[in-house]
């Protein structure tokens, strides 16, 4: 894990694909909205970046060495999470299976978010992202 400083309200971290990074960039991402003073949207925040992060993790077939990055970005009262990778394939939601362990990740995120899609970025890859708003 590579940690590039807090820039004001953004934190760029970069994770390999390993599944523990997952646990370790939500850890990142609670002390982010603590500092801010997002606490409320902890708990789909932290649902978000995990199905977010698992989904790059899993399924972006990417040359060795190449990592993820995540992108926590405050923007007034509401939340931005990106993931960023070098894959060019784009992620699709899925019809659930409801006998199926797997596959509901986007659905979730579609739930939670305010706001998510997928876009190209400068260099290979992609960034999926999905924003929070703390509604008061």
Do not use: F
């Amino acid at each position: 894990m590579l940690v590039n400083p807090a820039h004001g309200d953004s934190v760029v971290l970069r994770w390999s694909r390993h599944p523990r990074c997952v646990g370790l960039a939500r850890w990142e991402l609670r002390k982010a909205l603590a500092g801010w003073g997002l606490a409320p949207l902890e708990e789909a925040a932290v649902l978000v970046l995990s199905e977010l992060l698992t989904n790059a993790g899993r399924h972006a077939r990417v040359s060795p060495g190449r990592e993820i990055e995540t992108w926590y970005l405050r923007m007034s009262d509401t939340l931005r999470i990106e993931v960023h990778d070098a894959s060019p394939e784009w992620p699709e939601v899925q019809e659930p299976d409801p006998d199926a362990p797997g596959g509901r990740g986007l659905t979730l995120v579609a739930a939670l978010a305010d706001n998510w899609g997928v876009e190209e970025r400068s260099g290979p890859g992609k960034s999926v992202w999905a924003e929070l708003t703390l509604h008061q």
